[in-house]
């Protein structure tokens, strides 16, 4: 069985700092491409960054680029999100995925998310 468990989600001041971990289990990781996706309340799901399976790639969207860090240990299966300087809109679920090719999906398997929480 597939699974991938987030953790390191919390309730944060705006500019403050959390990492987000990964952990996955039940698949090969280093075949997967990995991405985090967040959801805000009451909005849609929104891609937020991405690793190719290699760990040499990455990509961010506009609204989280320079402040957010993605990367991957092969070592421990894990897959990381740090972020920095976080702001209030960054308060949502965010959802780690796997998907067998790129970062962009389709995504084959999703966490239960973690809860992150930026107050002003």
């Known amino acids: 069985e597939v699974q991938l468990v987030e953790s390191g989600g919390g309730l944060v001041q705006a500019g403050g700092s959390l990492r987000l971990s990964c952990a996955a289990s039940?698949?090969?990781?280093?075949?997967?491409?990995m991405s985090w996706v967040r959801q805000a309340p009451g909005k849609g799901l929104e891609w937020v960054s991405g690793?190719?399976?290699?760990?040499?790639?990455?990509s961010y969207a506009d609204s989280v680029k320079g402040r957010f860090t993605i990367s991957r240990d092969t070592a421990k299966n894990t897959v990381y999100l740090q972020m920095n300087s976080l702001k209030p809109e960054d308060t949502a679920v965010y959802y780690c995925?796997?998907?067998?090719?790129?970062?962009?999906?389709?995504?084959?398997?999703w966490g239960q998310g973690t809860q992150v929480t930026v107050s002003s």
């Open positions: 690793i190719n399976s290699g760990g040499g790639s990455t």
């Open positions: 995925t796997a998907a067998r090719g790129s970062w962009v999906g389709p995504y084959e398997y």
């Open positions: 039940g698949l090969t990781f280093s075949s997967y491409a």
